[in-house]
T-cell receptor
Framework: GIQVEQSPPDLILQEGANSTLRCNFS?????LQWFHQNPWGQLINLFY???GTKQNGRLSATTVATERYSLLYISSSQTTDSGVYFC???????????FGTGTRLTIIP | DVKVTQSSRYLVKRTGEKVFLECVQD?????MFWYRQDPGLGLRLIYF???????EKGDIPEGYSVSREKKERFSLILESASTNQTSMYLC??????????FGSGTRLTVV
């Protein structure tokens, strides 16, 4: 099956810093999503981004499907950004997602 | 906003009990999913459904079954709960070509 690798596994930053999270995947995909899991366990969908670039406030994401990677950018980090960020991928016509193991982000005040 | 509601936030059951986890979505989505999340193993798909009465096995279906009698409701059933089914269970729904919406999760402990 498809492999999804996320890096780094852990990231600790001061409030206000910028960060880049990376997701590599082993096969061509038509479905790629980024999620944030907050400390209470709730998973929030950040982006549906099988290709191209999207922005939502301080967050943006870019997927280069031909090179099999996606990047999530967080600017001017806030403590509420803490949690685990997951990348998940799937094939067109098959809505099952395979999740990466996540990047745990800790923002220190 | 789409809402996905899981019936219980925390649940404690005894070994051998039959356990029902309920999930309801309010946006007429076709696709619904059940995942479990365990430390070190990430999220793994148990079952999913792409229409009423339609279901497909995910990566770890053993020991589970599902029911989807109405479009808005997708139930996960543990036929005979075991301690290795202690986990966080997450339900999600999806409209075609859009992102998943997850419920808040059910933390199940089997004793």
């Amino acid at each position: 099956g498809i492999q999804v690798e996320q890096s780094p596994p852990d990231l600790i930053l001061q409030e206000g810093a910028n960060s880049t999270l990376r997701c590599n995947f082993s096969d061509s995909v038509n479905n790629l999503q980024w999620f944030h899991q907050n400390p209470w366990g709730q998973l929030i969908n950040l982006f549906y981004i099988p290709s191209g670039t999207k922005q939502n406030g301080r967050l943006s994401a870019t997927t280069v499907a031909t090179e099999r990677y996606s990047l999530l950018y967080i600017s001017s980090s806030q403590t509420t950004d803490s949690g685990v960020y997951f990348c998940a991928v799937g094939y067109f016509g098959n809505e099952k997602l395979t999740f990466g193991t996540g990047t745990r982000l800790t923002i220190i005040p | 906003d789409v809402k996905v509601t899981q019936s219980s936030r925390y649940l404690v059951k005894r070994t051998g009990e039959k356990v029902f986890l309920e999930c309801v979505q309010d946006m007429d989505h076709e696709n619904m999913f059940w995942y479990r999340q365990d430390p070190g193993l990430g999220l793994r798909l148990i079952y999913f459904s792409y229409d009423v009465k339609m279901k497909e096995k995910g990566d770890i279906p053993e020991g589970y079954s599902v029911s989807r009698e109405k479009k808005e409701r997708f139930s996960l059933i543990l036929e005979s709960a075991s301690t290795n089914q202690t986990s966080m269970y997450l339900c999600a729904s999806q409209e075609q070509t859009y992102g998943y919406t997850f419920g808040s999760g059910t933390r199940l402990t089997v004793v």
